[in-house]
């Protein structure tokens, strides 16, 4: 499929491309979960390409249909689990839809509400392309229950909800873990270029920890990433921006936006602080870099995210 007929898609592009009322999405939660059968699709539908910036998981108790990353094609069967991450390009069939449920979160959320370490604790959420799971109907019960009342609690008005699903969220991601991706490592999946990725998320994931925790004060540019793997920056560039559809500018961006609104929703560090820990000498220019990429100041989005 050539690049060009490719789009990237965000939550909000998701519930437009379903027919899914946006009033109902919340764009700071970063969390989303949708019953594909209130969607009301035309049978059978096939989707665009697109290349999405949120981490899915689909649960299919009655349905069929299939899923295309990259250049492998997965049949979606009755009884099965399936997970895909940010990157690569994809497109999802459907020929029958009974009983499916579609939960999509961003990095924001898991940070924020799950863990602040949760790619360490979770690492199969780094993986690029993950067969669909099929599970015993005792096990697809006990995730039914779970993603069932994350729903309940996503279409309530509780002023706790987010902490709420963050905690119903933390049981799924645990016993998915258990039952799936105990051993998982990400290093040993995929081929070269697939490594090239993982071992670039899992440095920016270490280096903006070594950031936030004070244990170093430079900031990573697109050489010293090149350098972790001996590359050449060009060559790391390319094989970054051809994998994932976003260049290295855009991942350090997204990571370091990430971790500033985690540090300010729960922490106690003022903004001068704040701007430090993330390799900014000042904090004017944190504040102007943070309403770029946010629409939003530090300040402001520090008072209407308190709880």
Sequence with gaps: ???????????????????????????????????????????????????????????VKKGLGQYTIDDNNF?????????????????????????????????????????????????FLLTETVQPKILNIEFYSQIEQIYLQIQKEYLGNSR?????????????????????????NPIYEGNRS????????????????DLGSGKTQIVFRVQDYANAQNLHPNYLSTVIKTKTGKPIATWIADKTISEAKSLLQNSTASIKEIAYLLGFSEAAHFSNYFKKHTNISPVLYRKETAN
Aim: charged residues 25%; proline residues 4%.
């Design 75 to 123: 049949t979606v069967e009755p009884g099965s689990i399936y997970f895909t991450n940010p990157s690569n390009y994809r497109t999802f069939e459907w020929n029958a839809i009974e009983e499916i449920y579609l939960i999509c979160f961003d990095e924001s959320f898991l940070k924020e509400n799950v863990h602040q370490d949760v790619f360490n604790e979770f690492s």
């Design 194 to 209: 697939s490594q090239i990725v993982k071992d670039f998320k899992r440095a920016l994931e270490q280096h903006y920890r």
């Design 160 to 184: 706790y909800k987010y902490r709420i699903i963050g905690s119903l969220f933390v049981v799924l991601l645990i016993k998915i873990k258990e039952y799936f991706w105990e051993d998982y």
């Design 1 to 59: 499929m050539a690049e060009k007929n490719i789009i990237t898609k965000t939550l909000y592009d998701l519930y437009i491309e379903l027919g899914v009322s946006v009033e109902m999405l919340d764009p700071k939660a970063g969390i989303a979960i949708v019953n594909l059968n209130d969607v009301g699709f035309e049978l059978p539908y096939k989707s665009p390409a697109f290349r999405p910036n949120y981490f899915s998981f689909l649960f």
